[in-house]
């Protein structure tokens, strides 16, 4: 019976020296920093999950390979040279943008695949779902293209965002439209219809321009909210039709951004003013598929970046070279730009931890002090405030021209770089229908 | 006034080319009694093959409906003969897991052989028509959805007509009511079977490249008309080709009228409280038979 103590002290010692030895990872020992990258590789955020995963293929590429002129961070020499060398291994999974999946893959990813750092999931509601497991485990993890406010409002230890949140960009659209009548704009813009999706990132968006509408002086005359995977829209037109607003603030998926088109077009609807935030506006192929109907011209919408300056950066150029080595050609859009600027900090934090230990990484994430030089991207920099989130993640407002490109329209500093003259008020279909298209 | 009757006019447009869609199922699941939860993967295949032969050799999609439909129903009669003929002779279970099955199958190589990327059609003739309305009663009629929904009258047509009136389609009644008994007056249920698969699968497919028009194409572009195709066919009678038609037109309707008065974000809802009410009253749906 005496043996009894002395088996479970023994054994809590081994239990103890276990949980340490699985912990701590001296530098020398490691030969690969292991990053699970969880992302919506196929269902209905497939679209996103494919650009961030050829953002992660770029970051992955850069820190792995030597590119002596690229001014980002690890651009240089091969590997962490604060880890010895050690390289950069994704560990890719699909969640097939189910949350509960997610969940599952998040949980096996650090206990099974030991990473040292989870990165993902690239939509804020199902990396809402995942931040409560990841926590539990406390190792870091990053959502860059997440924009939802509640993600770094919740009080989490290891969670970290440099991308702007939709408070910062919503807000940017709110104060354009509303300084906009001082710059010479037009000053009978008066009521305002909001028409969102179901989802946490449209909800998110619409209860922030519910906010901010009255503030910036709008009437708010309509406020939809639309189910995601809608086949129709024809219903939702005519009530937009019959409230007529000056302004419509329009957060929808491409699918169902397609759909409104259509229906609108065929109501022969068209507000004075269409003002979006992400969703179609930030994808890519929308954004080229409206270069052979017009159909984006006059558009306005937050973006994290002015995308029409930021082309002229050297290394915007170079790491959107490497990028369409994995994007069969495409360009980066400014969801990949976000991510890609978002893994190039999490390496930098890893390299100044000089440890894949996770209280190391918290650390150098929290000392992280990047100035604008190192970006791709127009943030004036990465520092994070008490709820990590980067407090120097900006916002612009862009429009789209005639010729089916963004146009920075807002800060004024940056419209007045651009030279771009806005196009108001939004053009009609037959208008759209006639003027050349720029695609073909 | 004009407000309700525009939206019951947005509905029947809308309703018919549910039924377009849903009309492949009404073979395979309806008739046939075969469980097909794939049936929103061969819609997105034959939008991916109309878009495809579109930008590829300028083919418009009101042309492409027949190589498309060709090449579903060969898919149709390979599926069923390698996959669903062996699965046919298991518990209906069995059936429902080898469909989904399929269904991601087919949706992952759509993803690896497109990519995720939307995709639209232009500068076909029903995309040069947008905007092109018919003005009745004060009411307008969009012409491209009109035509889309000429259509499918005419593939309803010549559906009920191959079904109903063809020795064939007796043929393929005979099998899915008695397989023992057809076998006995010479129908080979096989056959009957590996055709109804090939017809379902070449229908939706026809129904995929008009829709291909009218929306975005994209690997998961089946699954919102899949859940409604399931419950238009429910809701019109098994084996009913006209019961499908005018289940496809209520569920347009119940969708629009409700998006005008009430919250949008629930039309489906109503469209399945609509099936529910309805199959507590008759539960074999509206012109099903017991």
Redesign the interface.
């Known amino acids: 019976m005496r043996r009894v103590p002395l088996v479970l002290s023994a054994g809590a010692c081994l239990l103890f020296a276990g949980v340490l030895a699985s912990q701590t990872v001296p530098a020398a020992n490691v030969q690969e920093v292991l990053v699970g990258e969880l992302l919506p590789?196929?269902?209905?955020f497939?679209?996103l999950?494919?650009q961030y995963l050829w953002a992660g293929q770029t970051v992955e590429d850069i820190v792995n390979n030597d590119y002596p002129d690229l001014t980002v961070p690890l651009g240089p020499g091969k590997g962490f040279p604060g880890l010895g060398g050690a390289t950069l291994k994704l560990v890719v999974r699909d969640d097939q943008s189910r949350g509960d999946l997610a969940r599952t893959l998040a949980e096996q990813l650090i206990t099974v695949n030991k990473i040292h750092w989870l990165n993902g999931e690239g939509t804020s509601g199902n990396t809402s779902i995942i931040q409560p497991v990841v926590e539990s485990f406390g190792i870091p993890m990053s959502c860059h293209p997440c924009a939802s406010p509640t993600l770094t409002e919740k009080g989490l230890q290891w969670f970290w965002r440099t991308g702007p949140n939709d408070k910062t960009m919503v807000a940017s659209v709110f104060t354009f439209l509303r300084e906009w009548r001082e710059q010479g704009g037009p000053t009978d813009l008066k009521t305002i219809a909001l028409f969102t999706c179901?989802n946490l990132f449209c909800q998110d968006n619409r209860k922030i321009a519910a906010e901010l509408a009255p503030k910036a002086g709008f009437q708010v005359v309509l406020d939809?909210?639309?189910?995601t995977?809608?086949?129709?829209?024809?219903?939702?037109v005519?009530?937009l039709q019959?409230a007529n607003p000056d302004v419509l603030f329009l957060v929808q998926y491409?699918?169902e951004t397609?759909?409104f088109q259509?229906d609108a077009?065929?109501?022969?609807w068209m507000p004075k003013i269409i003002a979006t935030s992400n969703g179609a506006y930030s994808?890519q192929?929308?954004l080229e598929?409206q270069k052979?109907?017009n159909g984006g011209a006059g558009w306005l919408g937050r973006d994290p970046t002015a995308i029409d300056l930021v082309q002229d950066r050297p290394s915007w150029k170079k790491v959107n070279e490497i990028y369409k080595k994995y994007s069969?050609g495409q360009n980066m859009g400014e969801l990949a730009m976000r991510e890609i600027t978002g893994m190039l900090w999490m390496a930098d934090t890893i390299n100044r931890a000089k440890s894949v230990e996770p209280a190391a990484l918290a650390k150098a994430a929290s000392e992280t002090n990047m100035g604008p030089e190192q970006l791709i991207i127009d943030y004036k920099g990465v520092r994070f405030d008490k709820t990590h989130q980067n407090e120097l993640a900006a916002g612009v407002v862009t429009q789209v021209g005639w010729d089916g490109e963004k146009h920075t329209i807002w800060p004024w500093d940056l419209a007045k770089r651009a030279n771009f003259k806005v196009l108001y008020p939004s053009p009609g279909?037959q208008e759209r229908?006639t003027k050349p298209k720029p695609a073909? | 006034m004009t407000?309700l009757l525009?939206?019951v006019v947005?509905g029947l447009?809308?309703g018919f080319l549910?039924a377009l869609v849903a009309v492949g199922l009404t073979i395979i699941w309806g008739l046939m009694e075969m469980i097909n939860f794939a049936h929103g993967e061969f819609l997105m295949l034959g939008m991916f093959g109309a878009w495809w032969l579109s930008v590829t050799f300028g083919l418009d999609p009101l042309v492409a409906i027949v190589p498309v439909g060709l090449a579903m129903y060969a898919l149709g009669v390979l599926i069923y003969r390698q996959l669903m003929r062996r699965v046919q002779q298991g518990d209906p279970f069995t059936q429902i897991f080898a469909t989904i099955g399929l269904l991601?199958l087919l949706?992952?190589s759509a993803?690896a052989v497109f990519?995720?990327?939307?995709?639209?059609l232009?500068?076909t003739v029903l995309?040069r028509l947008?905007?092109a309305?018919l003005h009745v009663l004060g009411v307008?009629v969009?012409v491209p959805?009109l035509i889309g929904a000429l259509l499918a009258l005419v593939l309803f047509l010549a559906l009920y007509l191959l079904i109903d009136r063809t020795e064939f389609g007796l043929a393929l009644q005979a099998t899915a009511e008695d397989r023992e008994a057809a076998m006995l007056v010479g129908i080979r249920p096989q056959k009957m079977f590996a055709v109804a698969w090939g017809l379902g699968a070449a229908l939706v497919a026809v129904a995929g490249a008009i829709l291909a028009n009218?929306?975005?194409v994209?690997?998961?572009?089946g699954?919102?008309?899949t859940v409604?195709a399931y419950a238009i066919v429910a809701l019109g009678g098994f084996g009913s080709i006209l019961g499908t038609l005018l289940a496809a037109l209520l569920v347009?309707v119940v969708?629009?009228?409700t998006?005008?008065y009430l919250?949008?974000?629930?039309?489906?809802a109503f469209v399945f409280a609509s099936y529910i009410l309805i199959g507590l009253c008759r539960p074999q749906g509206l012109f099903g038979r017991f």
């Open positions: 590789l196929t269902g209905n497939a679209s999950g494919q179901d939809l909210t639309t189910k995977g809608a086949t129709t829209l024809a219903s939702e005519q009530r019959a491409p699918p397609s759909i259509g077009k065929r109501a022969g994808d192929t929308w598929a052979k109907t069969r279909w229908d073909n | 407000l525009q939206a947005n447009e809308m549910y991601f949706q992952n993803v990519t995720s990327d939307y995709r639209y232009s500068n995309t947008s905007g309305n307008s969009g959805i009218f929306f975005a994209f690997p998961q572009v699954f919102p008309f409604l347009g969708q629009s009228v998006s005008v919250e949008p974000a629930f039309k489906d």
